[in-house]
T-cell receptor, first 118, second 111 residues
Framework: DAGVTQSPTHLIKTRGQQVTLRCSPK?????VSWYQQALGQGPQFIFQ???????QRGNFPDRFSGHQFPNYSSELNVNALLLGDSALYLC?????????????????FGPGTRLTVL | DAKTTQPNSMESNEEEPVHLPCNHS???????IHWYRQLPSQGPEYVIH???SNVNNRMASLAIAEDRKSSTLILHRATLRDAAVYYC????????????FGQGTELSVKP
């Protein structure tokens, strides 16, 4: 059973460019969350997708957008890249248990995509 | 969001028990206490969670204070593979989904 997979592993971009990161959830999972982890910090929640819609969003600008496909996979798009966007981007999947999400659902994380903005 | 406080770092010897503390004095009655850990160069992984009673699983035990203002993650016999950053997270009952990570405790294990 494959866990959460993310691609690419590493990515280097320059300021102002746009980037798309991809995530395939764990088999049987229908909910995908994205996190940003700066060096030496804990992960910060970006947003969560369920039933192809953004359900929750953290404190991130509109430059960060996402999409969920019918097969539950997801993309994270970041426009107009800034140096401060350099980070590890983590995808986590879970199984929706209760409407609105469950505080006890376990999130399974992928290995992340390391984005460097020059 | 309710806040948690953890020591920045802790050291342990291999095969000895480890007690990782977490303070959450502003916890509300419906907040669940979750623990995740992040091994080097990996994404976080779930360890354990609880509400009021102490919990055990194959990875660890969670001891929750009677007033729920603090909790302790217990690794019964630390191994070198347990070296990681451990995060204590509160999840409100009606706000499933997102995890609010703090700085966590970096645990090092000496052979």
């Amino acid at each position: 059973d494959a866990g959460v997979t993310q691609s690419p592993t590493h990515l280097i971009k320059t300021r102002g460019q746009q980037v798309t990161l991809r995530c395939s959830p764990k088999s049987g999972h229908d909910t995908v969350s994205w996190y940003q982890q700066a060096l030496g910090q804990g992960p910060q929640f970006i947003f969560q997708y369920y039933e192809e819609e953004e359900r929750q969003r953290g404190n991130f600008p509109d430059r960060f957008s996402g999409h969920q496909f019918p097969n539950y996979s997801s993309e994270l798009n970041v426009n107009a890249l800034l140096l401060g966007d350099s980070a590890l981007y983590l995808c986590a999947s879970s199984l929706e248990v209760l409407a609105g999400g469950s505080s006890t659902d376990t999130q399974y994380f992928g290995p992340g995509t390391r984005l460097t903005v020059l | 969001d309710a806040k948690t406080t953890q020591p920045n770092s802790m050291e342990s010897n291999e095969e000895e028990p480890v007690h990782l503390p977490c303070n959450h004095s502003t916890i509300s009655g419906t907040d669940y206490i979750h623990w995740y850990r992040q091994l080097p160069s990996q994404g976080p992984e779930y360890v354990i969670h609880g509400l009021t009673s102490n919990v055990n699983n194959r990875m660890a035990s969670l001891a929750i204070a009677e007033d729920r203002k603090s909790s302790t993650l217990i690794l019964h016999r630390a191994t070198l593979r347990d070296a990681a950053v451990y995060y204590c997270i509160l999840r409100p009952y009606n706000q499933g989904g997102k995890l609010i990570f703090g700085q966590g405790t970096e645990l090092s294990v000496k052979p």
